[in-house]
């Protein structure tokens, strides 16, 4: 309970920019790798982005040159921008982090809504 807590979620128009964080209550060392999943209603939940222990990233094709994964390792923070946010990035976005024991932890969410 309470491992991972994001921030920074909101309402923004089409075109701009928020900045997701998700502050880990342990080291960052500890984990894997870390990631930003978006569920929209009535949707899977999907990978958007994700950053591994060596700082290897991995996005989604839907956000490719326009999101941004990143790590505080100082602050054990992970961080999302998003950039030229489009109605469809409209969802609840989840942080994750994964342990070298394969457990999985996950934060309660923040919503991000775009309005065109």
């Known amino acids: 309970q309470g491992q991972l807590m994001e921030s920074g979620g909101g309402l923004v128009q089409a075109g701009g920019s928020l900045k997701l964080s998700c502050t880990a209550s342990?080291?960052?060392?500890?984990?894997?790798?870390m990631g930003w999943y978006r569920q929209a209603p009535g949707k899977q939940r999907e990978l958007v982005a994700a950053?591994?222990?060596?700082?290897?990233?991995t996005y989604a094709d839907s956000v490719k040159g326009r999101f941004t994964i990143s790590i505080d390792n100082a602050k054990n923070t992970v961080y999302l921008q998003m950039n030229s946010l489009k109605p469809e990035d409209t969802a609840h976005y989840y942080c994750?982090?994964?342990?070298?024991?394969?457990?999985?932890?996950w934060g309660q969410g923040t919503q991000v809504t775009v309005s065109s």
């Open positions: 994750n982090a994964e342990r070298s024991t394969g457990f999985v932890y």
């Open positions: 950053i591994t222990s060596d700082s290897s990233t």
């Open positions: 342990r080291s960052i060392f500890s984990f894997n790798a």
